[in-house]
């Protein structure tokens, strides 16, 4: 039971930090440093 609650945790924490990242990089940054 352990070992399926961490694993869509991975997926969804793989997806969105894998995908969104460099699909996003620039317009983060961009975002980033107008928000500062």
Not at 4 to 26: D, K
Request: hydrophobic letters at 30%.
């Amino acid at each position: 039971k352990r070992r399926v609650a961490s694993e869509p945790l991975l997926s969804s924490n793989h997806t969105i930090g894998g995908g969104v990242v460099p699909t996003g990089t620039p317009m983060l940054k961009s975002e980033r440093a107008d928000t500062v």
